[in-house]
C-alpha cells in the first residue's frame, strides 16, 4: 500500500524541541523530494521545508525564513524515512503539519502546489 505517515507531534512548551517523522510505504522515499508543510484553521497551508532526492548527487535543504536556524531536516538512517527536528518551538509553530512528497524543491512554499504522495498530518501544539 502506498502511503506516507507522519509521526512525533504533540504537544510542548514553548522553547522545546519535537522530532517529525515521517514514513514511506510502498514506494521508495529517496526518489522524491519530501517537503513539510504546516497549516493553521483558517489559514493557508505553508510550505516550511524541503529535501531534495537521495539520488546520488549532494541533497539540498530548504527552509523558510521564520524556520531557518530552528528546524532541521534530513533523511533517516532508516530507509524511507525523513525527519523535522524542530528546536525553540514556538506558539506560533503551532500547526498540523503533513510531509509531502514532489519531484523537486522547487515549490515547497508552495501549498497548493500539486504533490505525488500527501500524508494525513500530524499535530503540534506549543503552548506553555
Known amino acids: 500500500q502506498v502511503q506516507l505517515v507522519e509521526s512525533g507531534g504533540g504537544l510542548v512548551q514553548p522553547g522545546g524541541s519535537l522530532t517529525l517523522s515521517c514514513t514511506a510505504s510502498?514506494?521508495?522515499?529517496?526518489?522524491?523530494?519530501v517537503a513539510w508543510l504546516r497549516q493553521v484553521p483558517g489559514k493557508d497551508r505553508e510550505g516550511i521545508s524541503c529535501?531534495?532526492?537521495?539520488?546520488?548527487?549532494?541533497?539540498?535543504?530548504y527552509y523558510v525564513d521564520s524556520v531557518k536556524g530552528r528546524f532541521t531536516i534530513t533523511r533517516g538512517n532508516v530507509k524511507n524515512t525523513v525527519h523535522l527536528q524542530m528546536n525553540n518551538l514556538r506558539p506560533e509553530d503551532t500547526a498540523g503539519y503533513l510531509c509531502?512528497?514532489?519531484?523537486?524543491?522547487?515549490?515547497?512554499?508552495?501549498?497548493?502546489?500539486?504533490?505525488?504522495?500527501y500524508g494525513r498530518g500530524t499535530q503540534v501544539t506549543v503552548s506553555s
Open positions: 509531502v512528497t514532489d519531484l523537486s524543491c522547487e515549490n515547497y512554499q508552495d501549498g497548493i502546489h500539486q504533490r505525488q504522495h
Open positions: 510502498g514506494f521508495t522515499l529517496d526518489y522524491y523530494a
Open positions: 529535501i531534495s532526492p537521495n539520488i546520488g548527487r549532494a541533497m539540498s535543504t
